[in-house]
């Protein structure tokens, strides 16, 4: 999606694939001072965009059943410690919210994706 060089670091902004997803998932823990093998819950979401530094992620964005019970997005991150970044982070994750927010036809479906997803890291990541 984007790339952004700065006088330290590339940063990256991209789409969350199935082989990201552990990465993901042991950050999620790491930055919530967890065990990495530790299973997630529900508030891990089903991930869509990541910010990456160089390669190892800084952030991501999942979707979410929100406090209202309407299909939202949470943003799970480390400091990018860079206030421009964290702009462009924030306004790319807004947009491709809108997108992916439309592959679910109701709160009952994403439901039922978190709880698959959950469902496959238990079984594969551990």
Do not use: H
């Amino acid at each position: 999606m984007n790339r952004i060089v700065t006088d330290k670091a590339t940063w990256s902004i991209t789409e969350v694939y199935a082989t990201d997803i552990r990465q993901l998932k042991d950050s999620f823990n790491e930055w919530n001072g967890r065990p990495k093998d530790m299973s997630v819950g529900t508030s891990f979401g089903i991930p869509f965009l990541q910010l990456k530094n160089n390669t190892r992620p800084i952030a991501f964005a999942s979707l979410i059943v929100n406090e209202n019970g309407a299909i939202g997005y949470k943003i799970d991150q480390k400091s990018s410690g860079n206030p421009e970044i964290q702009t462009e982070w924030e306004k790319q994750v807004a947009m491709e919210f809108l997108k992916k927010k439309a592959a679910f036809k109701d709160v009952g479906s994403l439901q039922s994706g978190i709880l698959c997803l959950l469902n496959w890291l238990d079984y594969s990541c551990n």
